[in-house]
């Protein structure tokens, strides 16, 4: 059973708002992936990490950034939030071996 | 251009009979695929995975096919419950150089009672 968690689970703010989405995981995994997801359609990789101190951009543009500072935890900062940004965020780690991603319950972000 | 398709957005099924979920890639290098179920506001859950090197996994209810020839697998589930309902995705990796998978948009499955 995977232990990756996500805060907050629905966040409803204002534009122009800075927000912080956590996620961490208790497995000691390497690797770390933020998914973004809008209602039907794919989830797309945003941004990821092998390591600490290692993190890439992923295949869709994103204005958020991320850190990894230490190997559980992987946050995702937007400076200032907009309408657009109104999605499902997915937070997700690797197991070892390479295989399956588990993946946190998410973050509903709601931009007004 | 969508790397990983799923074709079917959506599929009702009786309680009891087989669901059938498809997908197709257009990757020729993708060589190990998952298949993930999602209920709204959640996560996605682990179903099953294959690697290229084989053409079957079976587990419990759930069976995954891969044709490499036609870059197509396909989730069956057996018998179908309506718990099963949920919305079922695909992904693809490469996993020789890159720990990143391509996600289908999703196949939502309605068990019918």
């Known amino acids: 059973e995977a232990d990756i968690y996500q805060t907050p689970r629905y966040l409803v703010i204002g534009t122009g708002k800075k927000i912080t989405l956590e996620c961490s995981q208790t497995m000691g995994h390497d690797k770390m992936y933020w998914y973004q997801q809008d209602p039907g359609m794919e989830l797309h990789l945003i941004h990821y990490?092998?390591?600490?101190?290692?993190?890439e951009k992923g295949d869709l543009s994103s204005e958020s950034t991320v850190s990894r500072i230490r190997t559980e935890h992987f946050p995702l900062t937007l400076e200032s939030a907009r309408p657009s940004h109104t999605s499902q965020y997915l937070c997700a780690s690797m197991s070892p071996s390479g295989g399956e991603l588990f993946f946190g319950e998410g973050s509903r972000l709601t931009v007004l | 251009d969508q790397q990983v398709k799923q074709n079917s957005p959506s599929l009702s099924v009786q309680e009891g009979r087989i669901s059938i979920l498809n997908c197709d890639y257009t990757n020729s290098m993708f060589d190990y695929f998952l298949w993930y179920k999602k209920y709204p506001a959640e996560g996605p859950t682990f179903l099953i995975s294959?690697?290229?090197?084989?053409d079957k996994n079976e587990d419990g209810r759930f069976t995954v096919f891969l044709n490499k020839s036609a870059k197509h697998l396909s989730l069956h589930i057996v018998p179908s419950q309506p718990g099963d309902s949920a919305v079922y995705f695909c992904a693809a990796s490469g996993l020789s150089g890159t720990y990143k998978y391509i996600f289908g948009t999703g196949t939502r499955l309605k068990v019918l009672a």
């Open positions: 294959i690697s290229s090197i084989k």
């Open positions: 990490s092998y390591g600490v101190n290692s993190t």
